[in-house]
């Protein structure tokens, strides 16, 4: 007895035996041509459209060697799976909700004068980037090593890149990988790191991770200051640090412990105070700490202010320290000297270019009405 579908699987697997790839065209015969190479998203309908003539007898649609439609009968238990149309010029199927594994060759096989003919569409499924994996944010001490890491999916397989975007444009690159690893860490190397995931598919997809890097405070600014009696004096002291540093100040004094034989730098501690807040207990001198700088302010100096004064940085990493020296000027210098001479020159010019500014404007506006 002729089983129906005894010409399909024939032509089917001569197709997958002998050409594999290559769409059949035996004899002069044009029919069946299916359509190119389908290509859809993941979730997306993909149809498979096979044309055909009327001395075509018989017809089917396989997933690889499986029969899915033969005629209008459907053979896959897929519900996916339907049948579009099915005329003498046109036999199409869809399959819904494509996914992933739904990427293969498709055979639309037809039977004209008794010759089995097939015809090859590879159905391409294509997935968005998208990061499935990545480092969370990371503190780490300066000279240490850090590994971040991205993992994406998407097809074709995505692109993953890593920018420093704490940097100038242009030069933010600093991984083509999904890892991104900085042997021995530098401060400026701290900041957000933007891993990308890019294929041609969607746009791609972004995540940011932030690397805090921690090293000992380092004072960039402690500027000695001269001072008269009876007037405000002010030192201040800047330090770089992260965590950020907190500070004390300390007024030299030189002192031998008994039993230890260690000279200790110790003395009157002026007293620190809480972030933003104020020393008490000190008549007319207050420290401030506002973020990196600390100040310390001399009220009404008197000459036991004068001398040399140490401010100290601290972080869990380490300490540093400046001296910086409150030290006496002569009443007379700080009102005629140097600096308030530039200071009275400069407002003097300015009230005249004043003057002459507003001469102009008045000269201009009667000019004009
Ligand atoms: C096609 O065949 C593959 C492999 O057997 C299977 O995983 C997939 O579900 C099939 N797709 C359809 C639409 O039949
Ligand atoms: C169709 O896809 C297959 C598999 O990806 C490939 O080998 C073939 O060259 C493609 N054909 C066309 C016409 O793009
Ligand atoms: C992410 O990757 C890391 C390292 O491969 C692994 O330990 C972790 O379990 C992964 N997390 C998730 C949510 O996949
Ligand atoms: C500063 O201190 C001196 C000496 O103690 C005092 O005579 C003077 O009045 C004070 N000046 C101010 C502005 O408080
Ligand atoms: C203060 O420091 C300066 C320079 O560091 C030094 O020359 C001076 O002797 C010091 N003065 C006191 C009173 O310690
Ligand atoms: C300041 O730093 C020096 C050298 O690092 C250290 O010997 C000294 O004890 C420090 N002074 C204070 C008050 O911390």
Redesign the pocket.
């Known amino acids: 007895m002729y089983h129906p579908v005894y010409w399909i699987v024939f032509s089917a697997t001569t197709a997958l035996l002998f050409i594999p790839g290559v769409p059949v065209r035996s004899g002069d015969a044009t029919f069946p041509k299916a359509m190119d190479n389908v290509t859809v998203r993941q979730g997306e309908s993909a149809t498979l459209r096979c044309t055909i003539d009327d001395r075509v007898t018989r017809v089917a649609w396989l997933n690889r060697s499986t029969i899915l439609y033969a005629g209008n009968d459907k053979w896959s238990i897929d519900p996916r799976v339907i049948i579009l149309v099915n005329t003498p010029t046109q036999y199409s199927i869809m399959i819904q909700n494509v996914d992933v594994y739904d990427e293969g060759p498709y055979t639309c096989s037809v039977q004209t004068d008794n010759h089995p003919k097939t015809s090859r569409v590879h159905l391409i499924v294509q997935v968005p980037p998208q990061i499935?994996?990545i480092s969370s944010d990371i503190t780490v001490n300066e000279g240490s090593s850090v590994t971040l890491?991205c993992?994406a999916i998407g097809r074709p397989e995505p692109t993953v890149t890593w920018r420093h975007l704490s940097v100038k444009e242009g030069q933010g690159f600093v991984s083509e990988d999904e890892y991104l690893e900085i042997s021995d860490i530098k401060r400026d190397q701290s900041g957000e790191y933007e891993c990308s995931a890019l294929n041609d598919v969607a746009a791609p997809d972004v995540r940011k991770v932030k690397i805090t890097v921690n090293y000992p405070p380092y004072i960039s600014k402690a500027k000695n200051t001269g001072v008269s009696v009876g007037q405000k004096g002010i030192l201040s002291c800047e330090a770089s640090a992260v965590p950020m540093a907190e500070f004390q100040w300390f007024k030299e004094d030189t002192r031998y412990l008994e039993g230890t034989g260690a000279t200790l730098k110790q003395s009157r501690l002026i007293m620190h105070p809480p972030e933003g807040g104020l020393a008490t207990g000190l008549d007319g001198v207050r420290i401030e700490n506002k973020g990196r700088i600390s100040t310390l302010t001399f009220f009404n100096v008197s000459e036991k202010d004068y001398g040399n004064y140490t401010c100290v940085a601290t972080n869990k990493l380490g300490n540093t320290n400046a001296s910086i020296t409150l030290y006496e000027i002569s009443p007379s210098s700080a009102v005629a000297g140097p600096g308030a001479v530039i200071d009275g020159v400069n407002s003097a010019s300015r009230a005249l270019a004043c003057l002459w500014l507003s001469g102009t404007f008045f000269a201009h506006f009667f000019i004009k009405f």
Request: neutral net charge.
């Open positions: 499935m994996n890491l993992l």
